[in-house]
């Protein structure tokens, strides 16, 4: 079984202070945030920017600040969410791609989102696909419901995106597909044999589906984005006590961690 990709998802756009005090919000919070998962074992840091008012932003100066404060850090692997918040334009939500990270998110459909709606157009899936081939970054497809998975291997068949393939299966969001076991085993036998995939669970879903993923080779996404607690009524400390438990559990199921360059290797990333 390859070694375990941990995905450390630090600020989200929703979490606020109120929900979890821990959570980075500042360049420099985000910065560090990533630097401590780094230590712990994560290999990619998934990022969303927060402007001086604490509040979800896509400015790319910001995600410049971000970017260039956690590369003088360590080399783990960036990257933002052209997701943004429910209520950026799709224009917004691109920016950070220019910045040529190397992987970004791309949602290949729309979906419930709580109370919101969670857009993306077929016109505007092309056009993150398009920018992103071209810029070489690699799409991670961030997967909310089965009819995305089908969306995204239309990409490939219109030359929009390359192989090898990697999705994030993003499960427990109320209104998208749930976070049942059965759930997870569908979605990754509807990926091709040769995609990588990883798991995200929302909530009290986030360990368990972690744990069902490692043993089944599969890798794992955490961080205060998707769960602030560590365990039911416990907040956790940091980013980096979520990242910890994982690389515990995996070390303990015979898993070893993935270094952000063995990472790079296992996606198909050019190696630094």
């Known amino acids: 079984m390859e070694k375990l990709i941990i995905t450390a998802a630090l600020t989200g756009a929703e979490t606020t202070r ?59 692997i960036i990257q933002p969410s052209t997701g943004g918040g429910t209520w950026h334009t799709l224009e917004e939500r691109l920016q950070p791609v220019y910045l040529q990270p190397e992987m970004a998110t791309l949602t290949t459909g729309t979906c419930n989102f709580g109370g919101d709606v969670f857009m993306n157009t077929r016109e505007y899936i092309e056009k993150y696909a398009e920018e992103m081939l071209r810029l070489s970054v ?43 076991p059965r759930d997870l085993v569908y979605l990754v036998e509807s990926i091709p044999k040769t995609a990588t995939w990883t798991v995200a669970g929302i909530g009290r879903n986030q360990l368990p589906l972690a744990l069902i993923a490692i043993t089944m080779g599969g890798h794992v996404r955490v961080g205060f984005e998707d769960n602030v607690y560590y365990s039911k009524g416990v907040l956790a400390q940091s980013n980096a006590q979520l990242v910890e438990r994982i690389v515990r559990v995996a070390k303990e199921c015979g898993r070893e961690i993935a270094t952000p360059a063995e990472a790079r290797k296992i996606l198909g990333l050019p190696v630094k």
């Open 138 to 180: 690699k799409p991670e497809f961030e997967i909310f419901e089965r009819g995305m998975i089908a969306n995204a291997l239309d990409l490939l068949k219109k030359g929009l995106v390359r192989e090898p393939l990697h999705f994030d299966f993003v499960m427990g969001v109320s209104g998208a597909i749930t976070a049942e």
């Open 18 to 76: 109120e929900q979890q005090p821990n959570l980075p919000v500042t360049p420099d919070e985000i910065a560090q945030a990533a630097y401590e998962c780094y230590l712990a074992g994560a290999s990619i840091v998934h990022i969303h920017a927060r402007d001086e008012r604490g509040e979800a932003t896509q400015d790319i100066e910001v995600y410049r600040e971000i970017f260039s404060k956690i590369a003088k850090k360590c080399d783990v």
